[in-house]
């Protein structure tokens, strides 16, 4: 990499750490530590609520996902806007009249500590997982560029995090979150400019299009109804509703972006921001990894996109890479030629030469697939340890290999800014969390203020190392951004039934709703395990295959939860008024 990019990357990265740090030198108190100052304004807090979500996971992975399956995942999303309407309606307004830390707070006044801890330790389980993850993204990048071993690079950009967020807080987060969704969004546009401008000259945007849509990659929604199937119309409005509304309305990480607003007003336009535009930039992304596919329809892609696995090839086994290279550049210039018939066939209109144009690409690409799955099966017998799934390297290969100097230092920045941004917000959530609903909660309720902020911050320190072991066993997973949703869906769907049993089953109270939630875990658990390992359910008997697609857990348990807190309260009434805050409060 140029001399010219490390500045850039450096610069952007270190800057904006400093920044915060420099804004936030003078925090003494442990309410502004954990929670700010409750005073910034809508557009902040949108930004502030899509830099938490956007982690470099986002960019990684996503451009990737699409250039190997298309724009389908990005019905993912279609829920969100209904979810933002939900909270601003129904769910922020009881946290501001609160004025809670955390949303588990809530909990306690409503159902009783158990509920409100169990619940608390469900975030903690997942969201801990999930930053795990964010720490291991981009440390993909930095070992490709440096040629550390992955888990130093982990350490690297976990002790990056730590810096500001050690040091700030809440605040340090929000004001390096404005900044770093700058980048974010500079970054995203060139790449997907740059991208489209270095296809040849003769393809214009209207042919790139057509092209991936031939190729099926343009498949932004399917209407069809299948539980199986994990990205569709009906999974995204339903399943992804529920994840949202669980994740925005219940996550710390995400409430506390908006209960530092300066009013309820504020922090329902920070949502609607966020509903307004967080589907377009995930189009974008997207649109980057579609764009990165059709740029290698007339560009020889690498055969393996993880140039670490295959430098690690040595004797025959080097040998025999170099013989599938060979093959797969024979079948580029042969599916060239038929790329370049299918355009002009499709200009001219002729349906008959752009289908048999069509079939002939169809079939090389099948043949060049089946060499890159050779090259996964020779890496695997040569390398035993390696992770041979390489769609979370198809962008960042892209952008060393032909992007301009200045912008890689850029893009590595927005992917690196993602992921501080990401992993601040959540090592601080965690840390508020750790702090108000445990160890204040259970240990210590009457220390000094000195006393609780030594504490949030010895336990942002503890996160970051909780959150490092997780992100070790990151490599187990062959998608990182299916991953982070997959954890979060095992978890949302009953922390959020939890949370729409309190505003909306006013009779249902603490030991029914506990027991529902613990119930419904261990079912959603096996659920998963079934459907993951199409494993068949036999109950007495009768043998139920479990095919169920990750994003519809959410609903699953939300509804469970609700049902079976209902069906308990019933038949075990409550010891003792727990209800101590009326659900209408």
């Not at 030629?337 to 001219?348: G, I, L, N």
């Amino acid at each position: 990499m140029n001399w010219i990019d490390w500045l850039v990357m450096l610069a952007t990265l270190i800057g904006i750490a400093l920044y915060g740090i420099w804004r936030t030198r003078h925090i003494r108190s442990s309410e502004t530590h954990m929670r700010g100052s409750d005073d910034l304004n809508w557009m902040v807090i949108g930004f502030n609520i899509m830099a938490t979500q956007a982690s470099a996971v986002t960019f990684l992975s996503l451009p990737g996902q699409a250039y190997e399956d298309g724009m389908r995942f990005v019905q993912f999303y279609f829920g969100l806007p209904l979810a933002m309407i939900f909270l601003s309606i129904f769910v922020i307004p009881y946290y501001y009249k609160l004025k809670i830390y955390t949303a588990y707070e809530y909990l306690e006044n409503r159902f009783g500590v158990n509920t409100r801890v169990f619940t608390a330790l469900l975030f903690l389980l997942q969201r801990g997982f999930s930053t795990g993850l964010s720490f291991f993204a981009p440390s993909i990048v930095m070992s490709q560029l440096l040629g550390w071993s992955l888990n130093f690079t982990i350490l690297f950009i976990a002790g990056l995090i730590l810096a500001y967020t050690y040091v700030g807080g809440y605040k340090a987060v929000s004001y390096t979150q404005t900044l770093q969704f700058s980048v974010i969004w500079l970054g995203l546009f060139l790449a997907a400019g740059i991208v489209f401008f270095q296809l040849p000259a003769d393809v214009h945007f209207s042919d790139a299009l057509n092209i991936a849509g031939k190729m099926g990659k343009v498949n932004l929604v399917d209407f069809e109804f299948d539980l199986s199937n994990r990205y569709n119309f009906w999974s995204g409005i339903i399943g992804g509703a529920f994840l949202a509304i669980s994740y925005f309305g219940t996550d710390q990480s995400q409430v506390a972006r908006y209960l530092g607003g300066k009013s309820l007003a504020e922090g329902r336009l920070g949502l609607m921001l966020n509903a307004m535009i967080k589907v377009p930039m995930q189009f974008l992304i997207l649109g980057v990894g579609v764009l990165v596919f059709v740029f290698y329809l007339f560009n020889q892609a690498p055969l393996h996109f993880n140039s670490n696995n295959v430098n690690r090839l040595s004797g025959s086994a080097a040998e025999q890479y170099q013989v599938l290279e060979t093959q797969q550049k024979l079948v580029f210039e042969q599916r060239r030629t038929a790329v370049d018939q299918m355009m002009k066939a499709m200009r001219s209109g002729d349906d008959q030469g752009t289908a048999l144009a069509k079939a002939e690409v169809e079939t090389l690409h099948a043949t060049e697939l089946q060499l890159r799955e050779d090259a996964k099966t020779l890496i695997k017998d040569h390398v035993p340890d390696a992770a041979t799934k390489d769609t979370d390297y198809v962008f960042i290969s892209y952008v060393l290999k032909y992007m301009p100097i200045g912008v890689i230092g850029l893009l590595l920045a927005m992917i690196l800014a993602a992921a501080c941004s990401s992993g601040a917000s959540a090592i601080n959530a965690l840390a508020t969390t750790t702090v108000i609903d445990i160890y204040q909660r259970l240990y210590k309720p009457e220390a000094s203020d000195r006393h609780y902020l030594r504490m949030s911050k010895f336990f942002v320190a503890a996160w970051c190392l909780i959150s490092l072991a997780f992100a070790f066993s990151a490599q187990l997973f062959d998608n990182l951004i299916q991953a982070v949703n997959i954890i979060g869906s095992i978890f949302y769907g009953v922390i959020l039934g939890v949370f729409l049993a309190a505003f909306f089953q006013p009779k249902v109270k603490g030991r029914a709703v506990f027991i529902a939630a613990i119930l419904t875990q261990i079912i959603v658990i096996v659920v998963y395990v079934l459907s993951e390992y199409k494993i068949d359910l036999n109950l007495f008997g009768w043998i139920i295959p479990v095919r169920v697609a990750y994003l519809w857990l959410n609903l699953i348990g939300c509804l469970l939860v609700m049902g079976i807190a209902g069906i308990l309260q019933g038949v075990m009434p409550e010891k003792g008024d727990q209800n101590r805050v009326d659900a209408s409060a």
